[in-house]
Structure formats: C-alpha cells, structure tokens
C-alpha cells in the first residue's frame, strides 16, 4: 500500500495520499454512515413502527437492546469487513490478468477498487438523506431496503419475485459509476484492451451478484 493517487490543481502542485490512508478515510467515513443510520434513522420509534404489529413493547426494547450491543461489533469488524471486502473484488480482478500471465501487482488494483469503494459510500450517504427526511412513524421495511437511482423505483414490487426484484434493484446508477471508476483505473494501468478492460469488470460484476444470490439462497433453505 506504498502507492500515492496524485491530485493536481492550477498550480501543479501534487497532494499525495498513500493507499493506506485513503484506506483509513474510507473506513472513518463507513464508520460515521453507521453511526448516523442508527442514531438518526433507526429510532426507537421506527422500531415500534416496524414491529408493534408482531411483539409486545417489552420485547421490542430488548430486541433493540441487543442490536445496540451488537452494533459496538459491528463497529469494531468495519476496518476488517472493508478490506475483505475490497481485497475479494481485486482478487476477482485480478484472476484473468494471472491466467493471461499479465504482471499487474495486487496493490494496484486494491488501490484501484479502494477508490471505486467511495461510489458505495455515496450511495449510503443518499440512502440515508432519503430516510432522513421521512417521518419516522412512516418508515416500512421497504423504505429501509431502498437503492438509490435505482431501476426499481420506477417498478412496482408486487409485480416480481423477491429474487428478481433484488436482481434488478443492482441495476442503478452507482453501480454503473463504480464500474466506471474501477475501468478508468484498469485502463490506466495499460496491462490490456479497453474492451478486455470492460468484459472483466461486467465479469466480475456478475460473478459477484451470483455469489451473493447463491448465498442468499442458500441461507434462504436452511433457514
């Protein structure tokens, strides 16, 4: 993580940012996106919004008694959670230049897909300004499960089946930005084509929508 990202203003004077710390930036702003969606969003009045019909109040608090203490975990797995998560997607990336025996450094495309990573921040940060400006007593579990520029505001749920209204909910404009931030950077690298650039990247993005449908159904039949 020894790699600098240079930005140039009028004066061509260089700001240099080494990967770790545009790392530890990603990470810090993850951590207040939290921290804002569970003090700001998910009240205790949403709680009961969301489940005054299934249980009784005492059983609401302590449902969301647990969730505040497991939170402290949640916070303290984040920096790990962001790196796997990053590290798994370059390593995606990474595979079809190994097989093509293509010589292109795993820092560079963690760097590469670190970058990319701001584009989901973003959409968190829309998310949450969405739900922020809602009534509280209004908030349903679809609200809460709304993607932002996506092509399923425009659709009606009840028309598809969860699996396919999930699938078409990653069809939205920050996915479509972070492929493009994710190409640019591949293409810079001039390891490959434009074009092979692109279809590894669609690769990847559909490998990775598999892998999270397979667990998703996975979990789905043995819950």
């Known amino acids: 993580m020894n790699n600098t990202f240079a930005f140039e203003n009028n004066k061509q004077k260089e700001v240099n940012i080494k990967t770790w710390q545009l790392f530890l930036i990603i990470t810090v702003l993850s951590l207040l996106v939290s921290f804002a969606f569970q003090k700001f969003i998910m009240t205790r009045e949403v709680y009961y919004t969301l489940y005054g019909g299934q249980m009784e109040k005492y059983r609401i608090d302590d449902f969301i008694s647990l969730i505040r203490k497991l939170q402290i975990w949640g916070y303290i797995a984040t920096p790990l959670i962001i790196w796997l998560r990053i ?66 505001n425009f659709l009606d749920k009840s028309n598809y089946s969860d699996l396919s209204f999930a699938f078409l909910s990653k069809i939205n404009l920050f996915e479509l930005l972070w492929g493009v931030v994710v190409y640019i950077g591949l293409v810079k690298t001039k390891k490959k084509e434009n074009i092979d650039c692109a279809l590894i990247i669609f690769g990847v993005w559909l490998g990775i929508l598999a892998l999270s449908f397979g667990l998703s159904f996975f979990i789905g039949v043995i819950s």
């Open 87 to 152: 590290a798994f997607v370059s390593f995606l990336i990474q595979l079809p230049f190994m097989l093509k025996y293509i010589e292109l450094p795993f820092k560079d495309i963690f760097r590469i897909v670190a970058i990319a990573y701001s584009v989901f921040l973003a959409a968190d940060v829309t998310r949450f300004f969405y739900l922020y400006f809602q009534q509280s007593g209004n908030i349903s579990f679809d609200m809460l499960s709304f993607i932002p520029l996506s092509i399923t």
